[in-house]
């Protein structure tokens, strides 16, 4: 096996097991740890501590380290968390937390980096062009990666299912579910009820050895990568400071492109935050049980993974304006029917139907949204996906900060204004590109094939 390619897969088993893991613990904080919203809340704590560090820290670590170390040691942030769970408290979950989200981006912007330099290097050994090779490497990446959220699931609905206690859930619990849940904690215990502790344990030790053998695999498996020469030493020369970096980001604001593309950047961690923070807790685990959680998110994943290698390809044919207006009608039509349906164990199959359309708009909200930073904002790229980031990770920050202050209902309402402001200000967006290039198609060309490697660096 040619050794680049090789190392392809080294990171993309690595980070398959990794977010095996850590996807299925994300799902299922909500309703594992509801005491006092501590599950929420450490989600919250995760995605403002990424803030911190998708400004700072990638471009130190993977200059200091190289991509190799750079991932294996972020890799350690994640099983923190996974361990922080086995004693879920505000003062284990919530450390654990902050050193996951200090971890993420690092992790990310190496892994990027890594395939980015593979690529390159393979294209001038084989003759070929460099873009062709990184979109392939990326390609493989993602078809491996993708599959995580459904063996994370899998793990937890399989094992938490074995628990003994099962009970029925009376009508008058399932009173709480829904749009107008209940708040307090100690309504509806029956469909809420944790677990064994030794069933916990259980799924906790499988998470943790999963994040371990990721950690082993890139260690022992994956080798180091330097770019060539005169890049090493340009990186020398100029190596970016922390305010260098700070300041690049909040720069890239005086384009009015992107002012106007940031509730649309926020509306994607706010809806993902409704389906892993609310949906799996007042409407799965409510009128089901918590065993539900990782069947219903497998659904989602395995939707949201097909959709976007499907639209991936009918780009091409359709545009993102149309691709948009898919997305835009599916979440609305489901934010609708969530404010009126009431949840019953004995409509099984509507559990599964809301989180297959989310993941046919969140594949459009994910693969289109970067792709159109990627177009548009090409000579500054950088900065524009530090933006990406930042607005992305605090809409998570919001949505999984009011998500135990609130009802289902309000949040449904604040995601419906989200989403229509949002499609207003990316009209205005789309309104600028054709009144600075009327009648020039090579706009549509670069949104078609566009620069695929910068879709999948988020």
Same mark, same amino acid.
């Given at each position: 096996?040619?050794?680049n390619?090789?190392n392809?897969? $080294?990171?993309s088993?690595?980070f398959l097991?990794?977010?095996?893991?850590?996807g299925?613990?994300?799902?299922?904080?909500?309703?594992?740890?509801s005491?006092?919203?501590?599950?929420?809340?450490?989600l919250?704590v995760?995605?403002?501590?990424?803030?911190?560090?998708?400004?700072f820290?990638? +471009?130190?670590?993977i200059?200091?380290?190289?991509?190799?170390?750079?991932?294996?040691i972020?890799?350690?942030?994640?099983?923190?968390?996974s361990l922080g769970?086995?004693?879920?408290?505000?003062?284990?979950?919530?450390?654990?937390?902050?050193?996951?989200?200090?971890?993420?981006?690092?992790?990310?912007?190496?892994?990027?980096?890594?395939?980015t330099?593979?690529?390159?290097?393979?294209?001038e050994?084989?003759?070929k062009?460099?873009?062709?090779?990184?979109?392939?490497?990326f390609? /493989?990446?993602?078809?491996?990666?993708?599959?995580?959220?459904i063996w994370?699931?899998?793990?937890s609905?399989l094992i938490?299912?074995?628990?003994?206690?099962k009970?029925?859930?009376?009508?008058?619990?399932?009173?709480c579910c829904?749009?107008?849940?209940?708040?307090?904690?100690?309504t509806?215990?029956?469909?809420?009820?944790?677990?064994?502790?030794?069933?916990?344990y !259980?799924?906790?030790?499988v998470? !943790?050895?999963?994040?371990?053998?990721?950690?082993?695999? $890139?260690?022992?498996?994956l080798?180091?990568?330097?770019?060539?020469?005169?890049?090493t030493?340009?990186?020398?020369?100029?190596?970016?400071?922390?305010?260098?970096?700070?300041?690049?980001t909040?720069?890239?604001?005086k384009d009015?492109?992107?002012?106007?593309?940031?509730p649309?950047?926020m509306?994607s961690g706010?809806?993902?935050?409704?389906l892993?923070?609310?949906?799996?807790? $007042?409407? /799965?685990?409510c009128a089901?049980?918590?065993?539900?959680?990782?069947?219903v998110?497998?659904c989602f994943?395995?939707?949201?993974?097909?959709?976007?290698?499907?639209?991936?390809?009918?780009?091409?044919f359709?545009?993102r304006?149309?691709?948009?207006?898919l997305?835009?009608v599916t979440?609305t039509?489901?934010?609708i029917?969530?404010?009126?349906?009431? +949840?019953?164990p004995?409509?099984?199959?509507?559990?599964? /139907?809301?989180?297959?359309?989310?993941g046919?708009?969140?594949? $459009?909200?994910q693969?289109q949204?970067?792709?159109?930073?990627?177009i548009?904002?090409e000579k500054?790229?950088?900065?524009?996906?530090?933006?990406?980031?930042?607005?992305?990770s605090?809409?998570?920050v919001i949505?999984?900060?009011?998500?135990?202050?609130?009802?289902?209902?309000?949040?449904?309402?604040?995601?419906?204004?989200?989403l229509?402001l949002s499609?207003?200000?990316?009209?205005? /967006?789309?309104?600028?590109e054709a009144k600075?290039?009327?009648?020039t198609p090579?706009s549509?060309?670069?949104?078609n094939?566009?620069?695929?490697?910068?879709e999948?660096?988020?």
């Amino acid at each position: 096996m040619e050794r680049n390619l090789k190392n392809v897969l $080294v990171i993309s088993f690595g980070f398959l097991l990794l977010f095996t893991a850590y996807g299925g613990l994300q799902s299922l904080q909500s309703s594992l740890n509801s005491e006092e919203g501590l599950g929420v809340a450490s989600l919250s704590v995760l995605y403002a501590a990424l803030i911190l560090s998708s400004m700072f820290l990638p +471009p130190i670590l993977i200059k200091k380290l190289g991509c190799k170390w750079t991932i294996a040691i972020s890799m350690c942030c994640y099983i923190a968390f996974s361990l922080g769970n086995f004693y879920a408290s505000w003062y284990t979950l919530i450390p654990t937390s902050v050193i996951l989200g200090l971890g993420g981006a690092p992790l990310w912007s190496a892994k990027c980096t890594y395939l980015t330099i593979a690529g390159t290097s393979y294209a001038e050994k084989a003759g070929k062009n460099a873009k062709d090779i990184i979109n392939q490497y990326f390609g /493989v990446f993602f078809l491996v990666f993708q599959s995580s959220g459904i063996w994370g699931n899998l793990i937890s609905s399989l094992i938490l299912s074995q628990s003994s206690t099962k009970v029925e859930i009376s009508e008058e619990d399932l009173e709480c579910c829904g749009a107008h849940n209940c708040l307090t904690d100690n309504t509806n215990t029956t469909g809420s009820a944790k677990p064994s502790n030794s069933l916990i344990y !259980t799924l906790l030790g499988v998470y !943790t050895a999963s994040g371990v053998l990721a950690v082993l695999l $890139v260690i022992i498996f994956l080798d180091q990568i330097k770019s060539d020469q005169a890049e090493t030493e340009k990186e020398k020369l100029a190596a970016p400071s922390f305010w260098s970096t700070f300041l690049a980001t909040f720069r890239h604001l005086k384009d009015k492109r992107q002012c106007l593309l940031i509730p649309l950047t926020m509306y994607s961690g706010f809806e993902q935050g409704f389906l892993s923070g609310d949906y799996t807790k $007042v409407y /799965v685990t409510c009128a089901l049980g918590i065993q539900y959680v990782g069947y219903v998110m497998i659904c989602f994943a395995a939707v949201n993974s097909l959709c976007s290698l499907l639209f991936g390809k009918i780009s091409q044919f359709t545009g993102r304006k149309l691709l948009f207006a898919l997305a835009t009608v599916t979440n609305t039509a489901c934010i609708i029917a969530l404010l009126l349906w009431k +949840p019953h164990p004995k409509q099984l199959a509507v559990f599964f /139907v809301f989180p297959a359309l989310w993941g046919l708009a969140d594949a $459009v909200w994910q693969t289109q949204t970067n792709g159109l930073y990627g177009i548009l904002f090409e000579k500054h790229k950088e900065a524009a996906f530090a933006n990406y980031r930042l607005w992305e990770s605090l809409g998570f920050v919001i949505a999984f900060g009011y998500s135990t202050k609130l009802q289902a209902y309000i949040k449904l309402y604040i995601l419906l204004s989200v989403l229509a402001l949002s499609m207003v200000t990316y009209g205005a /967006v789309e309104y600028l590109e054709a009144k600075s290039s009327p009648g020039t198609p090579t706009s549509t060309k670069k949104e078609n094939g566009g620069p695929r490697s910068q879709e999948t660096c988020m």
